[in-house]
């Protein structure tokens, strides 16, 4: 338990970890996958436990709804992470927390440790993750909205004091106040594959999601996952020595999960936190006679928005038309490569980017994707779109026919970026995710088929491929194959 509460006195008869509610916190920090880590500022209001509860498990204080649990007993989910976007949206919609305002939403938990480094795996190792999570839920408490409640001394001041004392209401009280916080137990299991075993594994139809909730299920018996032969020979293989640990919130540390779910009712920990703006305390049943009520309450919203934009916000990593983009290879043992749009042959071929130089400072690696209708310019790109891909600052398109040599010719599926008509078929290609995702927005990281609307000689639709060996000067270089006839050696 990491709870800094110095500011409210506990005894052994109260609510186990009550003092979560009407508690400060910073929309930044807050480390959805540890709530415990998250109660580091002043209590909001002036609470003290007196009653007891329905169920008489402790006191609670009055102007305080506790509502048991009437659900199942736990629940738990797998996500596989691609993005930055995919975590933000994850710790979002599938994790722990809720919040009102759409500022605090949007750039939420992206100064928390948990996303940082979940980000740092995805973006610069180029890691994909996934996030196996289990709840176990024992009761929720909630401000009485019906009852009158006394704000803490000392955020009262400093509300009196604005707009000077800003910054230091921030600093003291975060961003938001715990309106509702739900208590139990949560457990996390994350493994982390490098794109090109992903890729491999995805290519094998290994469906790596089911596979690592039974990874988890495996785990949480403290059974070996490298022995189990209910999972996949490959999936075993990519996981071995990696992380086989579940991390546990609430309750105290078992050998037993069974154990450790029951000792979760005698130590719960905050598993939801709903969260409100401090700003929308600044009112007149708070602040009877207060001069310029609504200029102090306009002030404190401006000065806690433009804090929580210091954030990260996740809708930078969306795809949009006008773009300008790197396509690199997923899957292409070794060495990193980019779609180049130099033209050396007549045909489009991959390259490596120089010692110390990355794709996104390679000029002969950009490529700007567009929609075929030009009323669609700067909206978001999504799964299913039809698209063209410009070679960089010229009028040419990538064309999934046109290439040739001595031994391919147009017509073979050899492509060439070297066609000025956008509207002809071959230039044309249908975004597709190489994975299963509810998500429909492309974002920087997702892993893309890119399928010709053009039709070879057998009435196929192919796919955009890279090289099997770059270093095999006789391949055919990124031409277009069937998805499901054809897979990496």
Known sequence: MNTNAKDVTVNKNELNNWVFIGRGYDILKINPLDLDEAASYNMVFDLKATEPTSNEEGLKPPEVLFVPDSGGNYSSDTKEMFSSYDIQNYFKLAASVGVSDPT???????????????????????????????????????????????????FKSLVEKLPQSASELIEKFGTHYSHEVHYGGQAHYTLVFNR????????????????????????????????????????????KNKHEAIDYSGGTIQKDFDAWVTSVKDDPAPIYIGLVPLYDLVNENYFQGLPDIKEKRNKLKDAIDKYIETGVNPSQSLICYGDELQLSLVANRGEKRYLSTEMD???????????????????????????????????????????????????????????????????????????????????KWKLELAYDTDRKEIVEGDFVKLQTLWQNSDNEYGYLQGEFDPKEPKQRVVFFWKWSSRQRQ
Request: with cysteine; aromatic share 8%; hydrophobic share 30%.
């Open 345 to 427: 042959v007549h045909y489009t071929v991959t390259k490596a980017a120089p010692p110390g130089i990355s794709g996104a400072q390679l000029p002969t690696a950009k490529w700007q994707i567009l929609p075929v209708n030009a009323t669609d310019m700067e909206e978001i790109v999504k799964v299913g779109d039809v698209v063209l891909l410009k070679r960089g600052s010229s009028q040419k398109y990538l064309d999934a026919q046109s290439g040739r040599d001595d031994e391919y010719y147009p017509g073979d599926g050899l492509t060439s970026a070297d066609e000025s008509d956008p509207q002809k078929e071959s230039v």
């Open 104 to 154: 605090g939403a949007l750039f939420s938990f992206s100064l928390s440790g948990s996303y940082e480094n979940a980000a740092r795996e995805i973006g610069e190792k180029e890691q994909v993750l996934t996030y196996t999570k289990l709840l176990v839920k024992k009761y929720r408490l909630q401000l009485d909205d019906s009852k009158p409640k006394q704000l803490g001394k000392t």
């Open 196 to 239: 090109e075993e992903y890729a491999t594994m995805n290519n094998n139809e290994i469906d790596v999601k089911s596979q690592a909730t039974g990874a988890f299920q495996v785990v949480k018996l403290n059974a070996s996952v490298e022995t189990c032969k209910d999972l996949n020979q490959e999936f075993r293989n990519k996981i």
